[in-house]
């Protein structure tokens, strides 16, 4: 399982919010170039539709491919009291021949993305790791180098953490801890419910700049 939110920043903002969490998690970021492939399966394979990935992070000196199955989220009155979506989640390392593979087990192309960025791993009450990443739609079929953004001007911030059915509460409740201190810059809530971007986020932003950071707690 994963617990999961996400948010919105202008790209203009980016640098101060790369500039708190540095302060706040005190690691080095890394680099990322995600390429994303997503797959869905053909009639064939069930009365069900299902997804998978295909993820490279092109950063890396050799190519390695992880495939990735997002499955269902929880649900009941408890789930709906939480901020953070809890979900299901599986992967694995698959060799260069797995879009074949899927392919030859009858699923289709839905769509590639280019997720270009960096990301913070670090402990805090749970392991969490923040991406921050401009997404952008492939113009010919696996052309990473010909990318355009999506939403120009706007990057994608997502905080996760791994989580198991037995510690999800307190790995939740560290998530939200952890996001109230970005709440200056960004508001992060369940995929899918976006609030669009702060208003706070120009003066907060500024503030940061001017101070590099501070020291947060």
């Known amino acids: 399982m994963e617990c999961v939110v996400q948010g919105?920043?202008?790209?203009?903002?980016?640098?101060a919010l790369e500039i708190l969490l540095q302060g706040l998690c005190g690691v080095h970021k890394e680099r990322l170039r995600i390429h994303e492939i997503c797959l869905k399966s053909g009639p064939n394979l069930g009365v069900v539709a299902s997804e998978v990935r295909l993820v490279c992070d092109l950063e890396?000196?050799?190519?390695t491919w992880t495939v990735r199955h997002i499955g269902g989220a929880?649900?009941?009155a408890g789930a709906e009291q939480i901020s953070v979506l809890v979900r299901t989640m599986v992967e694995s390392k698959v060799g260069k021949n797995a879009l074949r593979l899927f392919y030859a087990l009858g699923y289709k192309l839905d769509h590639e993305l280019l997720r270009?960025?960096?990301?913070f791993h670090f402990q805090r009450g749970a392991q969490i790791t923040v991406t921050v990443s401009s997404v952008n739609k492939m113009l010919k079929l696996h052309a990473t180098d010909e990318a355009v953004p999506v939403t120009p001007g706007i990057q994608l911030v997502e905080v996760t953490a791994p989580a198991s059915a037995e510690n999800y509460s307190e790995v939740v409740a560290a998530v939200s801890s952890f996001c109230e201190y970005l709440a200056p810059l960004l508001h992060l809530s369940k995929p899918g419910i976006s609030t669009g971007v702060v208003p706070t986020a120009a003066a907060a932003a500024a503030s940061l700049m001017s101070d590099g950071g501070g020291t947060p707690l």
């Open 8 to 15: 919105i920043i202008e790209t203009q903002h980016v640098e």
């Open 60 to 63: 890396q000196p050799e190519s």
């Open 74 to 76: 929880m649900r009941g």
């Open 116 to 119: 270009v960025g960096f990301t």
